[in-house]
């Protein structure tokens, strides 16, 4: 196919389990249905590689009240959360377990906001070597 690599870009559209949010109301696509697409794919020589976003850009679920907790501003999760809520590990977990691949592209751009919300308010403002 003149194709060795293809890079699937979910966003917030894949489920994750314990967040039942993730991708509500946004067309959440079935991992058995990635899984397939991989089998395919792996079929015609080509390699499938989740992309996700796992900092920011995840505002359609961060809207939720489920997600409350999880917030640092409108679309940015906190630096730091609480107890064992490891967002962006489960992220990654559930986008890449249906996947061949031991790739995977980590959208960590646009994260702009991150500790200017809820963690900004929390601890407060901090001086850095930078500022």
């Known amino acids: 196919m003149g194709l060795n690599l293809l890079m699937l870009y979910t966003e917030d559209t894949y489920e994750v389990p314990g967040l039942p949010y993730f991708g509500y109301l946004r067309g959440a696509t079935a991992m058995t249905s990635c899984g397939s697409c991989d089998d395919y794919a792996h079929r015609l020589g080509i390699e499938m590689i989740p992309c996700i976003q796992a900092l920011a850009h995840i505002e359609h679920y961060l809207k939720w009240e489920v997600a ?9 999760l906190p630096h730091r959360q609480p107890g064992d809520l490891r967002v962006p590990d489960r992220l990654i977990a559930a986008a890449s377990r249906p996947y061949r691949s031991k790739r995977i592209h980590l959208g960590l751009d646009e994260a702009h906001g991150m500790g200017r919300g809820v963690y900004l308010d929390r601890h407060g403002f901090r001086e850095t070597a930078s500022s």
Request: no cysteine.
């Open 68 to 76: 409350r907790e999880l917030r640092d501003t409108r679309d940015v």
